[in-house]
């Protein structure tokens, strides 16, 4: 491949080399899909043409990684297909648009997959839907695990992100999820995702279930749980919206630290199976070591609302 941009003022400066790798994952954004080169890119050679050896444009290059700002054969460039759908987006609309499904996901790990009950780690676990967009209103639901968006195959969630930003708004398309063990259809009419942004962060559970009156503490798993009342959401200046179970405490060295699992989370399900005591959460990491499994898929509430999965091993 041939890189041609104004390095150092130079103009028209011509560079070589191969294509090392596609589909980059650079952690520049959620929809990074970069194209790597050794082909010499330099400060001010960004936004130049990279072109494959029949003269076709194959990408625009973008980005580097260096030490010191210079080329050190680590080059990154845009795909020419992700920018002719901008291109064409900005000449109709004088602005990009992207799909919006309206969820928060995370990596499928070894260990979700294994709580899961899942023969490999793959998809997207959804860890919030947010309050009307399009996945709520499809009936996509925290703990589905996204295997197929509009007949592709989802094998990592950062793979997600990209297929819903360039699927047209408005369109109409199957999301294949994996809910309790089974693999359900479901019909999603994408929004637009710029529409939507200042309601992306409103993501949470809309669980009305108040707690019992007299809080009763159990320890499990390295948790001090306590049922969720007044005094705790004081304590710990949890949202009202919040319902499960309080973790008032966790044990030094114990999986749940290991997982970041901070006094002032909230247990809303273990193993997808809601909970409102410590005595619900206590039978179900029973009824799992029972079923020889060895994490529980935990989902939790930080005192805002916002949601995350996390599995935490169960000790013998």
Known sequence: VMAIGNPFGLGGTVTVGIVSARNRDINSGPYDNFIQTDASINRGNSGGPLFNMDGEVIGINTAIISPSGGSIGIGFAIPAKTAKRVIAQLREFGETRR?????????VTDEIAE???MDEAMGALVAGVTEGGPAEKAKIEPGDVILEFDGNPVDHMRE???MVADTPIGKTVDVVVLRRGEKV???VDLGRLEEASAEEDK???QDKDQPADSPAEKEVL???LSELDDAGREEFKIDKEVAGVLVKEVAPGSSAEEKRVQAGDVIKEVAQEPVSTPADVIDQVKKLKEDGRRSALLLLSNPNGELRFVPVRIED
């Open 160 to 162: 997600l992100p990209r």
């Open 222 to 224: 390295g948790m001090i």
């Open 185 to 187: 259809t479901l019909q």
């Open 115 to 117: 709580s899961l009950n």
């Open 203 to 205: 993501t949470g559970d």
């Open 99 to 107: 799909g919006w499904l309206g969820v928060r996901i995370q990596e």
